[in-house]
């Protein structure tokens, strides 16, 4: 359930119709739903009954406001670097529900965290645990330690955001993280407090996040059989959405069968979801430049592969409707963006209303990974994004300018 529908033909975002908003602040825009936020923050939250944090993935979708928002609802922030360390303690979210993962933290990042005073590191090779316990010791603090664990696990999602199998650079491999274990306890600086894993995105099926459960269960009773305990459990994120006509889990058949594998385990849970929580409470709000006919026909429009690259990157399918329903005949088309490239398309050879200059296109689900990835390429200043709530909408992030594109830049 989200809060874009539209009425007598007219899309709204809540109570605002989208057209307005396109008036206000022109296109393209990223604009957000306060409610479908709240809505899908909250189901997903409540749906465990044991011990939990909800923190949410700051990657998938950056912006302060949504940081402090899901702050204010309890939720906490999983970060991937210094940055979103900074915008998190920025919007105001509580450092103890701060979980700092990915591959490569540099030594910098790492004081950053320690001196942040962060909920724990997720460490994932054996150098970055001697590299942490050297900074830790630098600064006379402990660092809170959590290995994450490659489960080898498939996820059965899209090659480039599959995490969890043995070939992926993520995490220490299972078999091997009980090593990872005994030499961080022996550290002077390092306190362990969990054990972490993220096996993928967009994931449609629960049963690769039980078996991913299972194997950590057992890796965590190995610990316990070493007189290692851990307090945090952390499963990642990774559950998916609906961009057409997938059947994600529902947030309660989710949790259903994790804390079913949960019984005994005496630790709390700590998630990261990204996508599920922002993915449909956003879209990607385009003006139509031009059409054109040549081999096939091309509708061209204001946002490129900068402003949402999921479609060129993973061929992302993103549903794209009409800001205001005609009643016009369909036809097949491309759907391209101004970028130089020829991978620069939101759909390609899919059939839809015929479209004229001017018109406005909602591309839906554009929340998670949409903004977030954007760039500057080709010199386009980023977009807009607007955030609505009831009746009211507010501009989150102002809309770059040329001189903003050359912003420390020198000629020497
Ligand atoms: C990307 C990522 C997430 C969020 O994934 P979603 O599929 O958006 O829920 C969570 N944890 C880690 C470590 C990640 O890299």
Redesign the pocket.
Known sequence: MNHFQYKNDVLFCEEVPVAEVAAAVGTPFYLYSAATLTRHFQAFDSAFSLPHITCF?V??CSNIALLNLFGKLGGGA?I?SGGELFRALKAGVDPKKIVY??VGKSEAELRFALQSNILML?VESHQELETLQEVASSLGVTAPVSF?VNPDVDPKTHAY?S?GMAKNKFGIPIQDALNSYVTARQMSNIKIVGVSC?I???LTDVSPFVESLQKVKSFVERLRQEGITISYLDL????GIRYSDEEPPLPAAYAAALEREMQGLDCSLVF?????IVGNAGILVTKVLYTKEGGKKFVIVDAGMNDLARPSLYDAYHAIKPVVRTNSEEETVDVVGPICESGDFLCRGRKMPAYTRGDLLAVMSAG??GFSMSSNYNSRPRVPEVLVDGSNFHIIRKREDYESLIAGELIP
């Not at 990642?236 to 559950?239: A, E, I, L, P, R």
């Not at 990261?272 to 599920?276: A, I, S």
């Open positions: 993935a990657k998938s999983d991937v993962s990915g997720n994450r955001i995490t993220h993928g995105s967009q990642g994120g990774g559950v990261e979801p990204g996508r599920v998670a990974y």
